[in-house]
């Protein structure tokens, strides 16, 4: 057999398989399929199939979809208004590109609105309505009048245009020719004075001739007469007389000014002087009240009363120049001061004086009946210029008796010398009182005298004598028996309690309570709010702006009619929301809230030889000087120097400066003033929280600050510091004692040395003395020493306070060693710690509390070769002040 081998088989394609899928989604994408070269496939050297095994054709010839975005914005719009607060807009489009084929929009808003001209805008102003015409300048011989007019209709704001043209118009009047006016000749001489002492009286008189009145001319003004005082010495025993002011409230009620004027004449049946006074001027509403207030008088009847055997009255000891202080205290509780200055005698001889009260008495009915009782007050010298009186006494109303005492504090120029006896008695008698409520005057009558007291050389009980003066001294009655359940503070013959920061004197005078959180600030409302205290607690209310009030709720707030309710206007008032304006009568101008007197004598309206006198809504001109000046002999007029004569009406702590025509009334350092007519207020400087570092306390003119006892005052005379009494009292505790000095304070504590221990007399350390084979003592603590630490109140946690270092018999410092506390307490706020060879004590929290802590460690000091060579036991004790300094 031959060509045994398979003959060669061709190979041949295949059916095309299916399309793959296209290679985009979108656009011209593409796809290919295979087929195989298998029907047959090639064998036995036969030939691959010919030509490709993959086809290729586009798919998908749709437009791909594009998203859209924003282009840029375009330029704002022109604001809707030109002020007081408008918008404005911009837009944008979804072009760039724009969405096409199914591709997604612009996502936001295609619109931008801003606000612009938020400045508000100007409002111009406008004339309000002219006021009436006002009064005519003269009464004769050709007068102007005005009338005015306000740009307030509405006022010009934010920039707006001020009213044009003018806001006065003048016209002329009363151009009758004037009538020609009397004029006075020139006085006649004084007649003879009719006393010789204690101030009499001369006259002397004027015709009105240079020229008599004509023509319906007004007659001279004045008076044809004038009175005189002369002789105004003081006569013998006192002032024959007293006048005065009094001023301030009581009950609430303002005084306004009250005059004094009284008179003083012997007794002709008693050895007594007779004082009988007037004060004009009392309200109806106190003077029913008043006719107990016999001390409102009581510097006149101490200066003049009776002198007996070597006693002196007020006038001699001190010349009637003298301060009296006054507190009247009554058994229902209220309480009223007085201030009386005594300013010596004026040019009629008579005592002046100036009285301040202030405070509560007893109200009474106007029909009670009402009788003080006889009294006497004793007057105690308790140091050079120095006075304290005091009186217990009764009155009756409608016969039911009434307890009540009254106290004064007098200082006077010390060079005037003392009281001929350590104390006086002041005897008041026969004393009668009377209120007319027609005429609004009180009136007094006392029968005084002074005499030596009982026990005239020894102090009465709370006093105590000192030998220097000799004086009587105030005894402390809180160191005697501490009646406070706080702070004590002592006083001239008794004591006042007062309490630490955060709470008050209750009612009783002794024992503390709680305070109102919102005066002091302890409370959470927030800046819209305010505080609102209650008992216990407080509520945050709505705070109202000015012109509103809060409703009852406290949520919200309404419209004060400040025209019904307050109507501070002077004249005319308008109520508008939050707030309110004022109008004016004919003749005057507005001037802030003020309705003020158009002042016509600016104009030069009068003569030159006359004097205009400005009155409400007019004028008059007046043939006289001007107010604070007189007029010579030879017609002229000179200044009248209100201070030097003694006519000006400065209060008695006021300082008076003389002006040509008229004067000033000035405070002194220290000082603030109330006001004209009333006396200088002292500034509290204590109102400073930094004045003092402890305590400060006002004084009249300046203040004081204090520190709590155990601290001196620095030189500063502000800040506080520790006194050492261990050293600067020397103190000895006795053996085994040592003086602990801790601020504020000391105390002796126990320092004894163990046995087997000897003190070191150089350190004061105990150290070691065994006896030889005395093993136990051999291993007990080499030396023990005891570390005295004084800290302030308020060091913060993490601070170090004590290194303790142990040193060798040579006095060197152990190279090796290390401390540890014993008998730890988790209570105590310090650790320690090693440190380059010492022992830090430090806080481990901070020192709130006022506190004595004791600590005990031992250190453990070791050999070249590691034994124990010296134990020492430090007994450490810290005291943490109540105050951080």
């Not at 330029?75 to 591709?103: E, H, I, L, M």
């Not at 001369?202 to 002789?231: E, F, I, K, V």
């Not at 004067?663 to 007519?677: A, E, F, K, L, M």
Request: hydrophobic share 25%; charged share 20%; aromatic share 8%.
């Amino acid at each position: 057999m031959c060509n045994i081998r398979p003959c060669p088989v061709e190979g041949a394609w295949g059916s095309w398989l299916p399309w793959g899928s296209c290679s985009d989604t979108c656009g011209k994408g593409t796809q290919t399929r295979l087929r195989l070269c298998n029907s047959p496939p090639p064998s036995f050297d036969g030939s691959y199939c010919e030509g490709p095994d993959t086809q290729m054709q586009v798919c998908h010839k749709r437009h791909c979809p594009v998203d859209g975005k924003w282009a840029a914005w375009a330029s704002w719009s022109a604001c809707t208004v030109s002020c007081g607060g408008g918008t404005r807009q911009r837009t944008k489009d979804c072009s760039d590109p724009a969405p096409q084929f199914g591709g997604h929009k612009c996502e936001g808003n295609d619109i931008q609105i801003d606000f612009c001209n938020s400045d508000p805008c100007p409002i111009h102003g406008n004339w309000g309505p002219w006021s009436g015409w006002g009064t005519c300048s003269r009464t004769c011989s050709g007068g102007q009048m005005r009338r005015y007019r306000t740009c307030d209709n509405p006022r010009p704001v934010n920039g707006g245009r001020a009213c044009a043209g003018a806001d006065t118009q003048i016209q002329r009047c009363n151009t009758d020719i004037c009538p020609v006016d009397g004029n006075w000749g020139t006085w006649q001489a004084w007649i003879r004075c009719s006393a010789s002492c204690g101030g009499g009286e001369q006259t002397r008189t004027r015709l009105c001739s240079n020229p008599a009145p004509s023509n319906g001319g007004r007659p001279c003004p004045g008076d044809s007469s004038q009175l005189s005082r002369c002789n105004i010495q003081a006569c013998p025993g006192g002032p024959p007389r007293a006048r005065g002011s009094v001023i301030g409230n009581i009950n609430d009620v303002e005084f306004g000014i009250a005059f004094l004027n009284s008179t003083v004449t012997d007794s002709p049946d008693s050895d007594t002087r007779i004082i009988q006074a007037k004060i004009t001027n009392v309200p109806r509403s106190l003077g029913t009240a008043m006719r107990k207030l016999v001390s409102i008088l009581n510097p006149v009847y101490w200066a003049a009363a009776k002198e007996i055997g070597e006693a002196v009255n007020g006038f001699t000891l001190t010349n009637a120049i003298f301060k009296r202080e006054t507190q009247v205290e009554f058994a229902t509780g209220e309480i009223l001061r007085m201030t009386h200055i005594a300013r010596g005698m004026d040019s009629d001889g008579a005592l002046l004086l100036d009285v301040v009260v202030s405070g509560h008495v007893l109200q009474l009915q106007s029909s009670a009946d009402v009788s003080v009782k006889d009294y006497t007050e004793d007057y105690i010298q308790t140091g050079p210029g120095q006075l304290y009186a005091f009186s217990t006494r009764l009155f009756t109303i409608d016969g039911v008796s009434v307890p009540y005492t009254w106290n004064h504090t007098i200082t006077y120029d010390h060079t005037r010398g003392k009281m001929p006896f350590l104390l006086e008695t002041l005897q008041a008698s026969s004393i009668a009182t009377e209120y007319n409520p027609l005429e609004e005057t009180l009136a007094f009558r006392i029968h005084a005298s002074i005499v030596k007291g009982d026990h005239s050389n020894q102090c009465p009980a709370g006093f105590g004598l000192n030998s220097t003066g000799p004086y009587c001294s105030d005894e402390d009655e809180c160191a005697v028996r501490n009646p406070c359940s706080h702070a004590c503070h002592n006083a001239m013959g008794t004591y006042y309690c007062s309490c630490p920061r955060g709470l008050t004197i209750s009612a009783d005078g002794r024992t503390c309570q709680d305070i109102n959180e919102c005066a002091l600030g302890g409370h959470t409302c927030h800046a819209a709010q305010e505080c609102e205290n209650n008992i216990g607690s407080y509520r945050c209310v709505v705070r109202c702006g000015i012109g509103f009030r809060r409703t009852s709720d406290g949520l919200s707030c309404q419209d004060v009619n400040e025209c019904q309710d307050f109507n501070s206007c002077h004249q005319r008032c308008f109520n508008t929301i939050g707030s309110f304006h004022c109008g004016c009568d004919p003749g005057y101008q507005l001037k802030g809230r003020k309705c003020m007197d158009v002042n016509e004598c600016r104009q030069n309206v009068c003569r030159p030889d006359q004097h205009c006198k400005n009155t409400r809504g007019g004028y008059k001109c007046i043939d006289l000087c001007p107010n604070g000046m007189t007029k010579t002999e030879n017609g002229t007029c000179i200044d009248i120097d209100e201070c030097k004569d003694g006519i000006h009406h400065c209060r008695y702590n006021q300082i008076c400066e003389n002006t040509r025509g008229s004067y000033h009334c000035i405070c002194p350092r220290g000082y603030r003033s109330q006001g004209v007519g009333r006396p200088c207020l002292d500034i509290d400087e204590c109102e400073n929280r930094d004045a003092c570092q402890h305590e400060c306390r006002n004084t009249l003119g300046s203040y004081q600050c204090v520190c709590p006892t155990g601290y001196h005052l620095m030189p500063n005379g502000k800040t506080c510091q520790d006194v050492d009494e261990c050293l600067e009292q020397n103190i000895h505790c006795g053996p085994n004692r040592m003086c602990f000095n801790m601020r504020g304070s000391y105390q002796c504590i126990d320092t004894p040395c163990p046995p087997n221990y000897q003190r070191d007399p150089l350190s004061g350390f105990c150290l070691k003395n065994c006896q030889p084979n005395d093993l136990e003592c051999a291993l007990s603590p080499y030396a023990l020493e005891y570390k005295l630490v004084s800290l302030p109140f308020g060091i913060a946690a993490n601070q170090d306070l004590i290194r303790l270092v142990v040193y060798t018999q040579d006095r060197v410092m152990h190279p090796r060693t290390t401390f540890l506390m014993v008998d730890e307490d988790p209570t105590i706020p310090f650790a320690l710690r090693d440190e380059n060879l010492k022992g830090i004590v430090f806080t481990t929290r901070p020192l709130q509390v006022p506190e004595t802590y004791r600590m005990r460690v031992r250190a453990l000091s070791y050999s070249t070769d590691g034994n124990i060579e010296y134990q020492t036991t430090f007994i450490v004790y810290i005291a943490v002040s109540a105050y951080p300094y």
